[in-house]
């Protein structure tokens, strides 16, 4: 019956490094970091940028993918022509991209 029962080895003597068992854990927040948690604050710093510089006449994209020009910015709120006559408020945190002048015209 001893095929049941493992044998106890004896251990060697002292205890590993509290720093070596968490080395793996600090390594992959220090990736995540790099890779992940960084960029993505930059990206939406440089989004945050970009919507508080929105003015009248910038031809811009929403998130839903309406294209128009800004025809009035307010604190909170753009008003953006997407067509002749027809203006929709909208959020201004919704604009993802701000387009080249001429844009609008040309589709």
Known sequence: MDFFISDAWAQAAGQPDPFMSF?????????????????????????????SELKAGDEVVTGGGILGRITEAGEQFIKVEVADGVVLKIQRQTVISILPKGTVKSV
Request: hydrophobic letters at 55%; glycine letters at 0%; charged letters at 25%.
């Open 23 to 51: 080395l793996p854990l600090i390594l992959i927040f220090v990736i995540f970091y790099f890779l992940l948690i960084r960029p993505q604050t930059k990206r939406a710093k440089e989004h945050r940028k970009m919507v």
